[in-house]
């Protein structure tokens, strides 16, 4: 009779444990217990760890029932009314930390979903990328500007020397002399300089990588 009246006294004792814990926070092994997420239509299988990679995402208070009472489907899916087209990458995100997405996949679709989730890493990760790219459709390839510029022997180390910003020589032509007689004629030289130009916001620039100048 002592003996059955301790075991109920664990089994209660384990049993209110178990609920006080689940109450403050869930207990070590369910953490990794699966859930199932409903986003407009298509169901996603994944892990309460995967959710919580990042703590003050949307998906993380969800399925810890923080503020947030999401309706479930029939089968018990947290429902979410979003596009599911661009719900795959953000997962993936979650899991390894990286983005990787399909050739014709917009990088706004993901950049959209990431910021309703609120997962700021993914966020930051996918505007460098845009602003990347719209650099490379905007700014390549550069313009080059030519001049030949006209000036005596005497003048040529000068000239070249105080070449403003951004001016690049290209080429010495030497044309000779005006006059075919005498030793003091000067030979004259004409010289070819290069200056590339970027269709940049702020004007004119001379850098060629958008990064060094940033």
Request: hydrophobic share 30%; glycine share 8%.
């Given at each position: 009779?002592?003996?059955?009246?301790?075991?109920?006294?664990?089994?209660?004792?384990?049993?209110?444990?178990?609920?006080?814990?689940?109450?403050?926070?869930?207990?070590?092994?369910?953490?990794?217990?699966?859930?199932?997420?409903?986003?407009?239509?298509?169901?996603?299988?994944?892990?309460?760890?995967?959710?919580?990679?990042?703590?003050?995402?949307?998906?993380?208070?969800?399925?810890?029932?923080?503020?947030?009472?999401?309706?479930?489907?029939?089968?018990?899916?947290?429902?979410?009314?979003?596009?599911?087209?661009?719900?795959?990458?953000?997962?993936?995100?979650?899991?390894?930390?990286?983005?990787?997405?399909?050739?014709?996949?917009?990088?706004?679709?993901?950049?959209?979903?990431?910021?309703?989730?609120?997962?700021?890493?993914?966020?930051?990760?996918?505007?460098?990328?845009?602003?990347?790219?719209?650099?490379?459709?905007?700014?390549?390839?550069?313009?080059?500007?030519?001049?030949?510029?006209?000036?005596?022997?005497?003048?040529?180390?000068q000239m070249v020397s105080t070449m403003s910003d951004g001016w690049c020589f290209e080429q010495l032509?030497?044309?000779?002399?005006?006059?075919?007689?005498?030793?003091?004629?000067?030979?004259?030289?004409?010289?070819?300089?290069?200056?590339?130009?970027?269709?940049?916001?702020?004007?004119?620039?001379?850098?060629?990588?958008?990064?060094?100048?940033?």
């Amino acid at each position: 009779g002592v003996r059955m009246r301790m075991e109920g006294g664990e089994e209660m004792q384990s049993a209110a444990g178990l609920r006080c814990s689940w109450d403050i926070q869930p207990p070590a092994g369910t953490q990794a217990k699966w859930v199932r997420l409903n986003v407009g239509g298509t169901v996603f299988l994944t892990t309460r760890q995967t959710l919580c990679r990042e703590q003050k995402s949307f998906l993380c208070r969800l399925c810890q029932g923080e503020e947030l009472q999401s309706d479930r489907d029939e089968t018990g899916a947290y429902l979410i009314d979003r596009d599911p087209t661009y719900f795959g990458p953000i997962l993936n995100f979650l899991r390894h930390g990286k983005l990787v997405l399909d050739k014709d996949m917009a990088e706004e679709g993901v950049l959209e979903e990431a910021e309703f989730y609120n997962i700021g890493p993914l966020i930051r990760i996918i505007k460098d990328r845009l602003e990347e790219k719209d650099y490379t459709v905007t700014q390549v390839p550069p313009k080059h500007v030519y001049r030949v510029l006209q000036c005596q022997e005497e003048e040529l180390t000068q000239m070249v020397s105080t070449m403003s910003d951004g001016w690049c020589f290209e080429q010495l032509v030497n044309i000779g002399s005006s006059y075919s007689y005498g030793n003091e004629d000067q030979t004259e030289f004409l010289c070819v300089v290069s200056k590339e130009l970027y269709n940049s916001s702020n004007g004119l620039s001379s850098e060629p990588s958008h990064k060094a100048k940033v």
